[in-house]
């Protein structure tokens, strides 16, 4: 239990008024976001996908994603960024042109990339250990992940499907792809203990708490 002097403290780091029932909501949300787990989307450029995509990465604790749009002019990419800034309340966007520069970025957070893609080295999702450090790159349902992208990735990875069309929609495939990094990482204990520092969380709770006043 907080002493009312360390409430103080809080109160006056943070001029936000909010109960004690959201204060350690913000608190639990944010012990249980994941830094080295991440989502980049090549062009995705459907704003609903993208959309579904985010609610999905905010669900497991995931805190930011990565949009790659190597095919879009500045008038195109200028409309994307417009179209998902309403779902980017709790999930930040970092928007690229550049693969190499993507990647690098990446790179910074998760120590290997994984592409969802049918090749012959292609391995199961459930194969794949998703407790460690990790991005996931998703292609649009048209050309999927671009050979270029693929270069830069550890691995390609399949999701098992049994029925007549072997193609999900963008944003279902990254679901079930999360929901077994989720499954697993439940499993490994990382949403127990903060893999966030204190001054991280810190932070990040003075974030939360001025987005959580904005009006949507």
């Not at 995931?62 to 309340?89: C, H, M, N, Q």
């Not at 693929?150 to 499907?161: E, K, R, S, V, Y």
């Not at 499954?183 to 708490?209: C, H, P, V």
Request: hydrophobic share 35%; aromatic share 6%; with cysteine.
């Amino acid at each position: 239990m907080r002493s009312d002097e360390q409430s103080k403290i809080e109160n006056q780091k943070s001029p936000i008024t909010m109960t004690e029932e959201r204060r350690a909501r913000f608190k639990k949300v944010i012990a249980q976001r994941q830094p080295d787990l991440t989502v980049i989307l090549e062009n995705v450029h459907d704003p609903h996908n993208i959309g579904a995509v985010m609610r999905t990465c905010e669900s497991v604790g995931i805190g930011e994603i990565f949009v790659l749009y190597t095919e879009a002019d500045e008038e195109e990419l200028s409309r994307g960024k417009k179209s998902a800034s309403s779902a980017k309340k709790w999930v930040d966007i970092h928007f690229y042109k550049d693969k190499k520069a993507c990647f690098e970025h990446v790179r910074r957070k998760c120590k290997r990339v994984f592409a969802t893609h049918l090749g012959h080295d292609s391995v199961s999702m459930y194969d794949l250990d998703l407790r460690e450090s990790v991005a996931l790159l998703f292609g649009n349902e048209h050309d999927g992940v671009s050979e270029e992208a693929l270069t830069l990735c550890d691995g390609n990875f399949i999701i098992p499907q049994m029925g007549m069309v072997k193609s999900l929609n963008i944003s279902v495939a990254c679901a079930v792809t999360l929901y077994e990094t989720l499954r697993q990482r439940i499993e490994a204990g990382k949403y127990e203990t903060s893999l966030l520092s204190e001054a991280e969380q810190n932070a990040m709770f003075e974030d939360y708490a001025r987005r959580g006043a904005r009006v949507s």
